[in-house]
């Protein structure tokens, strides 16, 4: 392709992408297609020969809009949003065309500052303790995703305690209602247990069974070693007691690892900082500004109070990676703090989305979610057919149909079917209910107003 067909074809996709944007609303929101259709639809083997760009962009509305699942739909209110924005697509743009691989500060310093700088910024945007700054004991980086960054918790949770102990005889504590990352970063990590702890009526870890589990675990001969805090479950978005659990794994010398992966966003609003109190006694702290924060996937955020044992767990320096500025210990390496030795220009699109749309902005936006949220919870409730499966401190609402769990399932699917929107049929303990996340980056009253529409209707 020369520089002029890229050029020109380089429009043709910004037109196309702009297009999406502009009729997404016109697309059944979930996908219709059965298993295989896509797959049919494209030729058992590679060209030989290759095929003009014209043909692979007719392709994109022929082949793969059918298949595609529109979570930028502003009537997206299954699972958690994973946003884009356009600052963040025009950032992932110039990241694809830099290709550069940031894995260690002169691979590119650009890429290696412009992250330290930002997850600074963003220290301060959510109130979290100045020493996870870059130029305090700990510091922030950007991994893949949440499973990553939690993955990489327990291994420095592991290699901490590592002195003559067998990792198949650790334990790792999480509520009953924690992300299933969790328990696969703990397999992953080779940890032999990863213990649930009931939860209280609201979802939120009993710290009075956590106590006592972590007792009869070490009276067994085993080796606690984590515990793990939800700010925001991801069925609920139940909110740990913080206080309490810092205090039982002060106690018990326990990693405290906190998981916030879609709740961390509203953190940049002073007024849900209530439910992360005690950040100062954590050792680490995850959250995904590829959820609510207007940044493409994938973008995740791990900060370590710390960075000594995780740079212990992680570094490894071959022959092929020594450069002067990584001897005179004057910069950040980031291959080693996660697992990949590469490294994507991801921070590009934290910068951008973040001075695009600048930080009042941002917050605005959390609080017009977290209202139409309330809004809807309140409709809810005073609607006799339903009533509020769990509390609703960001903008998820968890309800059900007072009819019992076939009724709740048979509305879930209604809805979903219907291709006017998408949610999210789930079940605790054997109860079924219907989860709304509202938090697309365009959802606007209309768009609640017609869910609620549709809710009735079906109802
Ligand atoms: C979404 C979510 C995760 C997993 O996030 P990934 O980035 O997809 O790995 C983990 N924990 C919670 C609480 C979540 O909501």
Same mark, same amino acid.
């Given at each position: 392709m020369s520089p002029e067909e890229f050029r020109r074809h380089g429009y043709a996709l910004i037109d196309w992408l702009a297009e999406y944007q502009q009729r997404v609303e016109d697309f059944p929101v979930m996908s219709q297609v059965a298993p295989g259709d896509i797959a049919r639809m494209l030729p058992e083997r590679a060209p030989e020969e290759g095929e003009p760009f014209e043909a692979l962009i007719e392709d994109l509305d022929r082949v793969v809009m059918p298949g595609v699942t529109h979570w930028q739909s502003p009537s997206w209110f299954a699972y958690f949003p994973a946003n884009a924005s356009p600052p963040s697509i025009l950032a992932e743009m110039v990241s694809a065309g830099l290709g550069l691989q940031g894995m260690l500060w002169s691979t590119s310093p650009a890429a290696t500052e412009i992250e330290m700088r930002v997850l600074d910024w963003l220290v301060d945007l959510m109130g979290l303790p100045h020493g996870w700054r870059s130029e305090?004991?700990?510091?922030?980086?950007?991994?893949?995703?949440? =499973?990553?960054?939690?993955? !990489? %918790?327990? /291994?420095? &949770?592991?290699?901490?305690?590592?002195?003559? +102990?067998?990792?198949?005889?650790?334990?790792?504590?999480?509520?009953?209602?924690?992300?299933?990352?969790?328990?696969?970063?703990?397999?992953?990590?080779?940890?032999?247990?990863?213990?649930?702890?009931?939860?209280?009526?609201?979802?939120?870890?009993?710290?009075?069974?956590?106590?006592?589990?972590?007792?009869?675990?070490?009276? =067994?001969?085993?080796?606690? !070693? %984590?515990? /793990?805090? &939800?700010?925001?479950?991801?069925?609920?978005? +139940?909110?740990?007691?913080?206080?309490?659990?810092?205090?039982?794994?002060?106690?018990?010398?326990?990693?405290?690892?906190?998981?916030?992966?879609?709740?961390?966003?509203?953190m940049l609003c002073e007024e849900f900082r209530v439910h992360q109190p005690a950040l100062d006694r954590v050792d680490s702290y995850t959250f995904n500004p590829h959820k609510w924060m207007l940044v493409n996937f994938d973008c995740n955020v791990l900060w370590v109070a710390d960075r000594a044992p995780l740079m212990e767990a992680l570094s490894i320096l071959p022959p092929i990676l020594r450069n002067a500025a990584t001897d005179e210990g004057q910069v950040i390496d980031y291959r080693d703090w996660h697992v990949p030795l590469g490294r994507r220009f991801r921070a590009l699109k934290l910068w951008w989305v973040i001075r695009s749309y600048g930080a009042q902005r941002l917050r605005d936006l959390v609080r017009s979610h977290v209202a139409m949220a309330d809004d809807l919870a309140s409709r809810i409730e005073s609607d006799p057919r339903f009533e509020l499966f769990a509390p609703h401190p960001f903008a998820l609402v968890c309800f059900r149909h007072v009819d019992g769990n076939d009724t709740t399932r048979t509305l879930a699917a209604a809805l979903n079917d219907s291709g006017k929107v998408a949610v999210t049929p789930s079940e605790v303990d054997g109860t079924a209910f219907i989860r709304v996340s509202i938090g697309q980056t365009y959802t606007g009253q209309r768009h609640i107003d017609a869910l609620w529409d549709l809710i009735d209707e079906f109802a």
């Open positions: 305090g004991p700990g510091g922030g980086v950007i991994q893949m995703s949440a =499973s990553d960054a939690t993955h !990489i %918790a327990l /291994v420095v &949770a592991r290699r901490r305690k590592r002195e003559g +102990a067998r990792s198949e005889n650790m334990v790792v504590y999480v509520s009953n209602q924690a992300h299933f990352s969790i328990e696969k970063g703990c397999t992953v990590a080779g940890i032999g247990h990863c213990r649930k702890i009931a939860a209280d009526e609201a979802f939120a870890m009993d710290p009075g069974a956590l106590r006592a589990s972590i007792e009869s675990d070490i009276e =067994s001969g085993l080796l606690p !070693i %984590a515990v /793990v805090s &939800a700010v925001g479950t991801t069925a609920t978005t +139940a909110v740990d007691p913080l206080p309490e659990i810092a205090d039982i794994a002060g106690q018990h010398d326990l990693w405290h690892h906190v998981d916030a992966a879609y709740a961390g966003t509203a």
